[in-house]
T-cell receptor, first 109, second 113 residues
Framework: QKEVEQNSGPLSVPEGAIASLNCTYS??????FFWYRQYSGKSPELIMF????GDKEDGRFTAQLNKASQYVSLLIRDSQPSDSATYLC?????????FGTGTSLTVIP | DVKVTQSSRYLVKRTGEKVFLECVQD?????MFWYRQDPGLGLRLIYF???????EKGDIPEGYSVSREKKERFSLILESASTNQTSMYLC????????????FGPGTRLTVL
């Protein structure tokens, strides 16, 4: 079982819709959780991090963490074509950082 | 703003050559990392360092070595490049807490012919 699992997609949503990206992790001791955005040919850039159960909002982005279910998600409201990218979930277990393989998102104008 | 730079954006080498990839960060971060990223496999950790002259193997260290003589600089060395080392190489750094965010450099696309 992989440490971090994501649906590779592709996920397509129309412009203005809510995009929902999901991630599960295997280590119950994981401490911190991150979402990165990666445009094609570019390096990952941090969007958000979350440490505690519940929701964390930053502009159009909301990260949701449920440690009991070992589940973390990213919601993108009012999706824009510029949001089209691969989204990487990352988990820090205290010993190591693990990345998922990413979900490809396409926002259709 | 954290800045992580890598010595080359694109590099083409021949099989058997020794290859040096350099990474420099300007935020006095304790930890530095080298990953490779391949389609369908995601990011895989090669080596990381939590202090000068310290290094730890990641998930795929075979065929690679690293050097960290100064805090701001972390080098990845391919002793004898092979075609299966063709990949995107990403360097990252993070502050003293290993649970903290990692910041990435722009990446080096290495092709080994």
């Amino acid at each position: 079982q992989k440490e971090v699992e994501q649906n590779s997609g592709p996920l397509s949503v129309p412009e203005g819709a809510i995009a929902s990206l999901n991630c599960t992790y295997s280590d119950r001791g994981s401490q911190s959780f991150f979402w990165y955005r990666q445009y094609s040919g570019k390096s990952p850039e941090l969007i958000m991090f979350i440490y505690s159960n519940g929701d964390k909002e930053d502009g159009r982005f909301t990260a949701q963490l449920n440690k009991a279910s070992q589940y973390v998600s990213l919601l993108i409201r009012d999706s824009q074509p510029s949001d089209s990218a691969t989204y990487l979930c990352a988990v820090n277990t205290g010993n190591q950082f693990y990345f998922g393989t990413g979900t490809s998102l396409t926002v259709i104008p | 703003d954290v800045k992580v730079t890598q010595s080359s954006r694109y590099l083409v080498k021949r099989t058997g050559e020794k290859v040096f990839l350099e990474c420099v960060q300007d935020m006095d971060h304790e930890n530095m990392f080298w990953y490779r990223q391949d389609p369908g496999l995601g990011l895989r950790l090669i080596y990381f360092s939590y202090d000068v002259k310290m290094k730890e193997k990641g998930d795929i260290p075979e065929g690679y070595s690293v050097s960290r003589e100064k805090k701001e600089r972390f080098s990845l060395i391919l002793e004898s490049a092979s075609t299966n080392q063709t990949s995107m190489y990403l360097c990252a750094s993070s502050p003293s807490d290993l649970a903290d965010t990692q910041y990435f450099g722009p990446g080096t696309r290495l092709t080994v012919l």
